[in-house]
């Protein structure tokens, strides 16, 4: 156990909706990273936030967005969804944000019929 | 230049065998090179890590062996068990940034 926690870990959803992802992350962690993993892509990173700021941005839609909330928990937002967004997203945490070991849940499986 | 090329895509090796992964880079600001291994179900899971200071790391029955200059490294897994068996990750970071940009994995499959 990661002693991440990734709320749900199963969505099925339709195309044009809108669906919030929950992360907490390990105790003490101020940084969250927001993954995707399909089979085509891989693992591509998100966004980072860290102690309630972005930190860092990668490939992410400008359908999603994301924040952290002052008790360190994150939310990543889905809209307008298309069946390609169908994966799935992991959380993860570390305790800076020099990268170190990355704590990662164990996922929210994300399918859009 | 942001890209991590990871090889084989599967691997199916003997238990006792060695199981070997290779990646290759081309962003010489990578200066963080981790590994992780993720079991069905399961997110991934730091399993070794290099900084491009070493030639070599070994916990255990893994090795890290990183070739600078050829920017390449690669993962061997000694005495591979079945319990082995899983999907391995390459990753590499510019150390300030929290972001690590990860290879396509390899999935290992080690025959009792």
């Known amino acids: 156990d990661s002693g991440v926690t990734q709320t749900p870990k199963h969505l099925i959803t339709a195309t044009g909706q809108r669906v919030t992802l929950r992360c907490s992350p390990r105790?003490?962690?101020?940084?969250v990273y927001w993954y995707q993993q399909s089979l085509d892509q891989g693992l591509q990173f998100l966004i980072q936030y860290y102690n309630g700021e972005e930190r860092a941005k990668g490939n992410i839609l400008e359908r999603f967005s994301a924040q952290q909330f002052p008790d360190l928990h994150s939310e990543l937002n889905l809209s307008s969804l298309e069946l390609g967004d169908s994966a799935l997203y992991f959380c993860?945490?570390?305790?800076?944000?020099?990268?170190?070991?990355?704590?990662f849940g164990e996922g929210s499986r994300l399918t859009v019929l | 230049q942001q890209q991590v090329k990871q090889s084989p895509q599967s691997l199916i090796v003997q238990k006792g065998g060695i199981s070997i992964i290779n990646c290759a880079y081309e962003?010489?600001?990578?200066?963080?090179f981790p590994w992780y291994q993720q079991f069905p179900g399961k997110g991934p899971a730091l399993l070794i890590a290099i900084r491009p200071d070493v030639s070599e790391k070994k916990e255990g029955r893994f090795t890290i062996s990183f070739n600078k200059s050829a920017k390449q490294f690669s993962l061997h897994i000694m005495d591979s068990q079945p319990g082995d068996s899983a999907t391995y990750f390459c990753a590499a970071s510019v150390g300030s940034q929290g972001n690590l940009i990860f290879g396509k994995g390899t999935k290992l499959s080690v025959k009792p």
């Open positions: 962003n010489t600001a990578f200066d963080y």
């Open positions: 993860a945490s570390s305790v800076g944000t020099r990268i170190g070991e990355l704590f």
């Open positions: 105790s003490g962690d101020l940084s």
